[in-house]
């Protein structure tokens, strides 16, 4: 997918307005924040979370990145676009379900195109406080290039997860850590900070990975490029309205991708030893 193309790898139809206020911003030293949103029906999660986060941070901007959603959740969000006086909410309507990953993709591309300086990763359905957003904007502004909302660091908490979630989810983390030698502890987490430095040098326009191990692909792109990765610790708290997206299919992506990748680093690094 070609960076600067917020249509690129889908034909999307666009509800952009325009972001020419983007001057007035951030929360993050030097430039201008967005908070990305993928929704796939969220109509009851959308309003909320948009408003929490205009209370959490009043000059901050915000993409909703809508597959199509069938509960009219991409009509909403037209709704708040045209409802914010400020201009600073807008909306990318891509034309079918495509996952969690390539969703991102495009919302980072428009991002990009427009000179954000950080660009961030957030929930539409709660998980992800808004009220929490500025640890991470802190840590950017203290030098750090990514930064992860962590569950899995002291201070880090869960709220209502169901168990078999989060065995999953430590499972995973666990998995990806031997796999990869990361020394992430939340390396599947999608509360997420970048400078846009890292989205830029990362080579967007190899990945592959569409479901949730899209989280796992970019921080093990950022470590391996060397950037400065650090984890606050957040609250992730279990959504009290609409479904998880989770599936089969998105936990055997992950499993193969992982093994694939640290297969991979293992060779290239034999390789490096026997030059
Ligand atoms: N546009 C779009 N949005 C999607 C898609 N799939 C999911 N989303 C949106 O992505 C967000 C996260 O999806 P959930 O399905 O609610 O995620 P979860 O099960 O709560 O998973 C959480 O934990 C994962 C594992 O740690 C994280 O990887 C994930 O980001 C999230 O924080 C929600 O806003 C949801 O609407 C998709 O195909 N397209």
């Not at 957040?234 to 499993?255: D, L, P, Q, Y």
């Given at each position: 997918?070609?960076?600067?193309?917020?249509?690129?790898?889908?034909?999307?139809?666009?509800?952009?307005?325009?972001?020419?206020?983007?001057?007035?911003?951030?929360?993050?030293?030097?430039?201008?924040?967005?908070?990305?949103?993928?929704?796939?029906?969220?109509?009851?999660?959308?309003?909320?979370?948009?408003?929490?986060?205009?209370?959490?941070?009043?000059?901050?901007?915000?993409?909703?990145?809508?597959?199509?959603?069938?509960?009219?959740?991409?009509?909403?969000a037209d709704q708040i676009a045209a409802d914010?006086?400020?201009?600073?909410?807008?909306?990318?309507?891509?034309?079918?379900?495509?996952?969690?990953?390539?969703?991102?993709?495009?919302?980072?591309?428009?991002?990009?195109?427009?000179?954000?300086?950080?660009?961030?990763?957030?929930?539409?359905?709660?998980?992800?406080?808004?009220?929490?957003?500025?640890?991470?904007?802190?840590?950017?502004?203290?030098?750090?290039?990514?930064?992860?909302?962590?569950?899995?660091?002291?201070?880090?908490?869960?709220?209502?997860?169901?168990?078999?979630?989060?065995?999953?989810?430590?499972?995973?983390?666990?998995?990806?850590?031997?796999?990869?030698?990361?020394?992430?502890?939340?390396?599947?987490?999608?509360?997420?900070?970048?400078?846009?430095?890292?989205?830029?040098?990362?080579?967007?326009?190899?990945?592959?990975?569409a479901g949730y191990c899209f989280q796992i692909?970019?921080?093990?792109?950022?470590?391996?490029?060397?950037?400065?990765?650090?984890?606050?610790?957040?609250?992730?708290?279990?959504?009290?309205?609409?479904?998880?997206?989770?599936?089969?299919?998105?936990?055997?992506?992950?499993?193969?991708?992982?093994?694939?990748?640290?297969?991979?680093?293992?060779?290239?690094?034999?390789?490096?030893?026997?030059?």
């Open positions: 997918m070609a960076l600067g193309s917020p249509t690129s790898g889908n034909d999307q139809p666009e509800n952009i307005r325009p972001a020419d206020d983007a001057q007035s911003v951030v929360g993050a030293q030097g430039g201008h924040a967005l908070v990305v949103i993928p929704t796939f029906n969220e109509r009851e999660n959308l309003p909320t979370i948009v408003t929490r986060l205009q209370a959490a941070l009043p000059d901050i901007h915000v993409l909703i990145v809508d597959d199509s959603s069938p509960d009219g959740t991409g009509e909403i914010d006086a400020d201009s600073r909410v807008h909306v990318l309507h891509r034309t079918e379900k495509d996952g969690l990953g390539k969703a991102y993709l495009a919302g980072f591309a428009w991002g990009l195109d427009r000179e954000y300086a950080v660009i961030i990763e957030m929930d539409a359905d709660g998980s992800h406080a808004p009220e929490q957003l500025h640890r991470l904007l802190d840590a950017i502004n203290g030098g750090a290039d990514l930064v992860i909302g962590s569950r899995y660091v002291p201070g880090g908490r869960l709220v209502n997860w169901p168990k078999r979630r989060e065995v999953l989810s430590r499972g995973a983390n666990t998995y990806a850590r031997l796999a990869l030698g990361a020394r992430v502890h939340d390396i599947t987490a999608g509360f997420r900070a970048y400078r846009r430095q890292v989205l830029e040098k990362i080579a967007l326009e190899s990945v592959e990975s692909d970019l921080a093990w792109r950022t470590v391996r490029a060397g950037f400065d990765v650090r984890e606050v610790p957040i609250t992730f708290t279990e959504r009290e309205v609409g479904e998880s997206k989770m599936s089969g299919g998105v936990m055997t992506e992950a499993f193969l991708m992982v093994a694939r990748w640290g297969l991979e680093s293992r060779v290239e690094r034999f390789g490096a030893r026997r030059r």
